[in-house]
């Protein structure tokens, strides 16, 4: 049976050296691919699209000639109406929407990409 004396010199007595947190080395920034050039981006952000959607090869090189017959870009197709985009694609109503939407979202991503450049 332990004395209180022999309880409070153990709280008094150093114990263990406390744990040091190892930090990680440093890792390197990630660098994000480059934004691609103007001329390409419509062809870049339809095979983008058709990799999230899973849309045939042959139906997305249709819908991308007819973009680029009226010359939609895609900080464009973003504020046409799904309707006109469906009209020109193809496209079934929810696919025309969802490209709207894809196409915003992939234009801010290539212009903060651009920013991040200059």
Same mark, same amino acid.
Request: charged share 20%; glycine share 4%.
């Given at each position: @049976? ?6 409070? @010199? ?34 870049? =952000? @339809? ?59 992939? =234009? ?11």
């Amino acid at each position: @049976m332990k004395t209180l004396a022999s309880v409070a @010199m153990s709280h008094l007595t150093p114990s263990a050296a406390p744990p040091t947190t190892a930090t990680a080395p440093h890792a390197p920034e990630h660098l994000s691919s480059p934004p691609p050039a103007i001329e390409d981006e419509l062809i870049i =952000c @339809m095979q983008s699209f058709r990799t999230s959607r899973i849309i045939s090869a042959a139906t997305i090189a249709d819908a991308t000639a007819k973009l680029e017959e009226v010359a939609f870009t895609p900080d464009i197709m973003g504020e046409v109406t799904a309707s006109r985009l469906q009209e020109l694609t193809g496209f079934a109503e929810g696919h025309a929407i969802a490209l709207r939407k894809f196409s915003r979202d992939w =234009c801010g991503k290539v212009d903060a990409k651009r920013a991040r450049r200059a």
